[in-house]
């Protein structure tokens, strides 16, 4: 049982650079979220997406663009990073209900540096 | 939307000693409330969670308490061992949909 898979878990990108952080998970979970967290910082929420085919933003929207390509497929996109953007980036996941409880189960991170 | 404060942001205890982190927060609709630990280069992962219809719940040597009226919720480890050593984050949200807010994080250092 693999959980939530992100990739790559390291990457270091120029200023202006762009790349997708990839992100799957295995439980069936309608939610999915993507997180950033910065040195001695709590998680900042980016964007989340409560089920298949809907997105919102979260606290940290700018400079972002996400995709629910599927119900267990959700990436993260930096279209031209800065070097504000230099963070590890979690993705997660919950199954909303009663019965769930919502607990987020998460990635093990992608180190993102832009030099 | 739900603000959640979380105190100490540091805290040194000796082995054996037991250990608090409290959590504050905003909504009163909020009714799940979890508790994460992140070890070193890895992602959170939940250790306890309480809900808003109980006032305790308690796993081995960790606990959690809930005081709806006041808004705040406490962990508790007693007995704490190096591998305690950890950042633990609170949260606040709700069982049926939407997201959880995360509180900033305690990073607990237990000394041998």
């Known amino acids: 049982n693999a959980g939530v898979t992100q990739t790559p878990k390291f990457q270091v990108l120029k200023t202006g650079q762009s790349m997708t952080l990839q992100c799957a998970q295995d439980?069936?979970?309608?939610?999915m979220y993507w997180y950033r967290q910065d040195p001695g910082m709590g998680l900042r929420l980016i964007y989340y997406s409560a089920s298949e085919g809907t997105t919102d933003k979260g606290e940290v929207p700018n400079g972002y663009n996400v995709s629910r390509l599927n119900k267990r497929e959700f990436s993260l996109r930096l279209e031209s990073a800065a070097p504000s953007q230099t963070s590890v980036y979690f993705c997660?996941?919950?199954?909303?209900?009663?019965?769930?409880?919502?607990?987020?189960?998460f990635g093990e991170g992608s180190w993102l540096t832009v030099v | 939307g739900e603000n959640v404060e979380q105190h100490p942001s540091t805290l040194s205890v000796q082995e054996g000693d037991s250990a608090v982190i409290k959590c504050t927060y905003s909504d009163s609709a909020s009714n799940y409330f979890p508790w994460y630990k992140q070890e070193l280069g890895k992602g959170p992962q939940l250790i306890i969670d309480?809900?808003?219809?109980?006032g305790e719940k308690k796993d081995q040597r960790i606990a959690v308490t809930l005081n709806k009226t006041a808004k705040h919720f406490s962990l508790h480890i007693t007995e704490t061992q190096p591998e305690d050593s950890a950042v633990y984050f609170c949260a606040g949200g709700y069982t049926n949909a939407g997201k959880s807010t995360f509180g900033d994080g305690t990073t607990l250092t237990v000394k041998p």
């Open positions: 439980m069936n979970h309608n939610s």
């Open positions: 997660a996941s919950s199954a909303t209900g009663r019965s769930f409880g919502n607990t987020i189960y």
């Open positions: 309480i809900r808003s219809n109980v």
